[in-house]
């Protein structure tokens, strides 16, 4: 399993009667590789995980793996409420052709490293695929710090990866000092991604990769190959629009922008509701400007 690159963590695509629309998710996977992304991950917090049932989401990695097939591995977020279910939702996804488990703290309850290594460990040992462990302190009220993460990578063999959204950079650098190269590590805000590389990221879980492909990409190649200069230009002319991912709405925000480029509709489901008001004119405002200053790659 290959951690490295652009791996978008691909939204879920809806039709209006808000089943999953399996033709759509398909072409929009191949798109993604097709434009020089490495991997694809599906079901996160941007492909509305919560809202999916089991089956939900084993027949969406079949769909993946079915679209893009050797040309690049596909990866689950395993995110549940018991570890029960998070055990057999990863047994399930290797057995629909997953290469890679994104590994999440339970949803809900939040308690201490004891309780918290016990729901991963479980999760990492349920198979022999290749595992990224997710940490969103954010989001999920759970941090797993460098320590305990080197604690995880010292005990299962297939822990490979960590998904750092802290919002820290310094944390990439910390993970580095006590891991070295045992693990990769991932950057997973969109608008710390430079930094991220910078500190010696080796990989992107991107979220506006899912309506801007290329520039993604050509951002992070630029900037894993210490070309500072194309870099920083392209970075700031996307960072307005990364930084959609990095707020509360940032699922209505990004399928919203992939709907405007032609690329998927910005159905969500419930509690999410499509964008109205103050925030559909920040995001019309943001793309517009976007759209008019795009750079020619």
């Known amino acids: 399993m290959n951690w490295k690159g652009v791996l978008p963590a691909i939204t879920t695509n809806l039709k209006a009667d ?4 399996h033709g759509a998710l398909a072409a929009h996977g191949r798109w993604m590789i097709d434009s020089g992304c490495t991997g694809l991950v599906c079901c996160g917090s941007l492909g509305e995980a919560a809202t999916l049932s089991f089956d939900e989401k084993i027949a969406i990695v079949r769909t993946a793996v079915a679209a893009v097939g050797d040309r690049a591995p596909v990866v689950l977020g395993i995110a549940s ?4 279910e998070a055990v057999a939702l990863a047994r399930a996804a290797e057995a ?6 994104m590994v999440l703290p339970p949803y809900v309850y939040a308690s201490d490293w004891r309780e918290m290594k016990a729901h991963v460990a479980a999760v990492i040992a349920a198979t022999p695929l290749s595992c990224l462990l997710y940490n969103n302190p954010p989001a999920y009220r759970t941090d797993f710090l460098p320590e305990q ?4 990578a010292a005990e299962h063999a297939n822990l490979h990866a960590v998904k750092e959204s802290s919002g820290d950079v310094r944390r990439v650098t910390a993970i580095r000092a006590l891991c070295g190269r045992r693990l990769d590590v991932l950057v997973g805000m969109d608008d ?6 910078y500190a010696g990221a080796v990989g992107w879980i991107a ?3 899912n309506a801007f492909p290329v520039e993604s990409v050509a951002l992070f190649d630029h900037a894993s190959r210490g ?4 870099a920083m230009a392209l970075y700031a002319w996307f960072l307005p629009l990364l930084r959609l991912d990095t707020v509360p709405k940032f699922v209505q925000l990004i399928k919203w922008v992939q709907a405007e480029v032609g690329r998927g509709t910005p159905h969500v489901r419930p509690p999410r509701l499509e964008l109205t008001g103050a925030d559909l004119e920040h995001a019309r405002a943001v793309l517009e400007q976007a759209l008019q200053e795009r750079p020619q790659l």
């Open 18 to 21: 808000l089943s999953v629309d």
């Open 81 to 84: 409420l018991t570890t029960a």
């Open 96 to 101: 629909a052709g997953a290469q890679g488990l």
């Open 149 to 152: 993460i080197a604690e995880l």
């Open 192 to 197: 710390a991604i430079v930094e991220g590389i």
């Open 207 to 209: 979220g506006l990769v």
């Open 227 to 230: 070309d500072k200069v194309r």
